[in-house]
């Protein structure tokens, strides 16, 4: 009951993922009904309904345009996993402040990049002008495409990507 379901908003555009259990009961309660099953039945005592991989909702739900979290994952995911400063590509990084907090640096978008240990060590509390160091790129939030917001799900379920994309 636990498994990811991708909900659509009345217009197809995505906008959440649920899990199953979520899914069943927006769609028993009648504000949403299945897009794509693919993934058989689930049965109770007395019924069996079919388990949905995307659902759609009834009626149109007005949201704001949904924003990448400011997390060390995301930011890592944005920056590919790769040191901002010396381009080594590892699991082992660091999240380093451009402009070190004690300078007035704010914890956004713009003034965190992924950073390997050593590169954050030899930068330390200085300045990338300081330190004599260089960015590989100016970092800056990430896109709100759902093609990015999604991607970590789609490896595991392939046929939400048509549903996805362009979006
Ligand atoms: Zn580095």
Known sequence: MQIPVLVLNANFEPIN??????AIGL???GKATMVLNGRGEIKTVSQSFP????IR???MVRRPR????????EILRRDDYTCQ?????TMYLTIDHIVPRRLGGHHDWDNLVAACP????????RTVEQAQMRLKRPPA????????????HLRDNEEWVPFIQGW
């Open 141 to 152: 939030e990430p896109p709100t495409s759902a093609d990015y917001i999604f991607a970590r």
């Open 51 to 54: 388990s949905p991989s995307i």
């Open 17 to 22: 993922v649920c899990n199953t259990r979520r």
């Open 57 to 59: 909702l009834e009626k």
């Open 118 to 125: 050593s590169c954050n060590h030899r930068k330390g509390g």
């Open 66 to 73: 949904p924003r990448v979290k400011l997390t060390k994952r």
């Open 27 to 29: 769609m028993l309660s």
């Open 85 to 89: 400063y010396c381009g080594v590509r």
